[in-house]
């Protein structure tokens, strides 16, 4: 007999605490459709990224051996990291707007859990082993069964490669396309981090997709349980309009009824396993089947669609969704605040990277009897894809100072960094004591100007000379 979710207790643990596996039904409608589109357009994006180029780049290559990040064309070091403010404080807001706006619509059409889970993973399923009716009695068949042996066995290795593939494009990500070719084509022994690398996720993804599945959803991912603060009654959900649908009943009863026919065709599509027409629930990823699997048997009762539809708790309940409320303005505001700074700053990324620190390890000043002199590390970055000449110069100081041997400046070569002593020295009849001074990173092209201040070191010249014994 069908399992009967229970709001109290979750679809997939058994009383007896062992793991019930779900095979969910499989549905098609507009929902799907549209989603099953979607779905494979991030897919697409997912493979596509590390191929286009753009600017000489990959459109998305995080270099973090070289600790250079390409971003659609834009280049970020690590003195750029605190970029990471804006992208973890939109995604936070973001996440705030939307969900408090439309509920979950990020687990049904966008988490990358879902989009593989339900357009990839599910499809091996349906195409190796048949419908849920197939699977499911396939569960049940011994393990040693010759059937089941081989199709568990051709679905496992399908599921193996599929992860392998996931993974090297995940991989590609980080060492680009032409780095991904000689790891793959190399001996394991001559890369072996990256070979354990691949193999841990390799394994990772397949223990997710092949055995933990939508557990990831009900029992790891924050996000679900984050829905009962962030959602309220006027937030959009998948939801089962029981003013209309109750008191449900077989229509061949006789008995007047609401719409809802009690066919279970909802709950038999629901990958998560729960019964839409219980509530909103936490197991509930917005997945939209339900909706799609009700509209087909209200389209076959001649019944008009929308028994489970997209719509807010106020609107179920006869009322009107209110869209724009305080959270939700307030979300909004902190988001778009946040876009507009953050592209602010992203406009005015350097094509360079500069940085003055004392040089360790040397005197915090020397005096000889022509000058006095500090010496300072400049560690300068090339973030372009080309070699260029930079000039380290005196953007002010109070008193004439020169920078040593920097005349015919420095080259250095695409994406390249180096770190160098700078020696700067005043002439002893100029010296009147410590002082502060901006020393600027100018590029030959003249596309770079970067400015540090200093504090120049250096005996106090009001101090008598020690007496000579
Ligand atoms: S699919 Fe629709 S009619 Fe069937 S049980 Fe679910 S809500 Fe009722
Ligand atoms: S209740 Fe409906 S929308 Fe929610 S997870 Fe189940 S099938 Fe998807």
């Keep these: 007999m069908a399992h009967v979710p229970q709001r109290d207790s979750v679809t997939t643990i058994a009383p007896d605490g062992s793991r019930r596996f779900l095979q969910p039904a499989d549905v098609s409608g507009q929902w799907v459709r549209a989603r099953r589109a979607f779905g494979w357009l991030l897919i697409a994006l997912f493979a596509a990224m590390p191929w286009i ?8 290559f995080l270099d973090v051996e070289q600790r250079h990040f390409h971003l659609f064309g834009a280049t970020l070091g690590l003195d750029d990291f605190w970029l990471l403010f804006f992208a973890i404080s939109g995604l936070g807001f973001t996440v ?3 969900t408090a706006m ?6 049904g059409w966008a988490c990358p859990q879902t989009v593989y889970m339900e357009h990839l993973f599910r499809w091996v399923d349906r195409w190796l082993e048949g419908d849920h009716v197939q699977r499911a009695r396939l569960d049940q068949l011994p393990a040693l069964t010759p059937e089941k042996l081989r199709k568990r066995g051709s679905r496992f290795l399908a599921y193996v490669v599929l992860c392998w593939l996931v993974a090297h494009i ?21 890369h072996p981090a990256a070979f354990v690398g691949m193999a841990a996720m390799t394994g990772a ?15 790891i991912c924050p996000y679900g349980r984050l829905q009962s603060a962030l959602i ?3 937030s959009v959900i998948v939801g089962y309009d029981a003013r209309r649908g109750e008191p449900r009943g077989k229509v061949a009863a006789g008995i007047p009824t609401g ?21 909103l629930q936490m197991e509930c990823i917005a997945c939209t089947s339900c909706m799609d699997a009700c509209d087909d048997i209200m389209t076959k009762l001649k019944r008009p669609v929308g028994l489970v539809r997209y719509a807010s708790l106020n609107e179920l309940n006869g009322g009107k969704t209110q869209y724009w409320r305080p959270r939700t303005i307030l979300y909004a505001a902190l988001l778009g605040i946040g876009a507009v700074v953050a592209a602010v700053s992203l406009s005015r990324i350097q094509k360079a990277g500069f940085k003055l620190t004392r040089q360790p390890g040397v005197d915090l000043y020397t005096v000889s009897s022509g000058a006095v002199s500090n010496v300072f590390r400049a560690k300068i970055l090339n973030k372009q894809g080309h070699e260029v000449r930079f000039f380290i110069e005196t953007e002010s100081s109070p008193v004439p100072v020169t920078i040593l041997n920097q005349s015919t400046g420095l080259a250095i070569g695409p994406e390249g960094e180096v770190t160098l002593p700078l020696v700067v020295s005043v002439d002893r009849k100029d010296y009147t004591g410590e002082f502060n001074l901006t020393v600027r990173l100018r590029s030959e092209d003249g596309q770079t100007r970067l400015k540090q201040k200093l504090h120049f070191l250096g005996p106090d010249p009001t101090a008598q000379p020690r007496p000579q014994r």
């Design 53 to 60: 180029e753009v600017n000489g780049n990959p459109a998305v």
């Design 96 to 98: 705030y707007a939307v």
């Design 102 to 107: 439309f509920g979950r619509i990020w687990c």
């Design 170 to 190: 995940f991989l590609a990500y980080f060492v680009s396309i032409p780095g991904l070719y000689p790891l793959i084509t190399g001996a394991p022994t001559a």
């Design 205 to 219: 993804l397949l223990f997710n997709f092949w055995w933990f599945r939508e557990q990831l959803c009900l029992a």
């Design 232 to 234: 309220d009654d006027n």
């Design 259 to 279: 719409d809802c026919i009690d066919c279970r065709r909802c709950v038999q599509v629901c990958p998560t396993g729960i019964d839409i027409r219980q509530g």
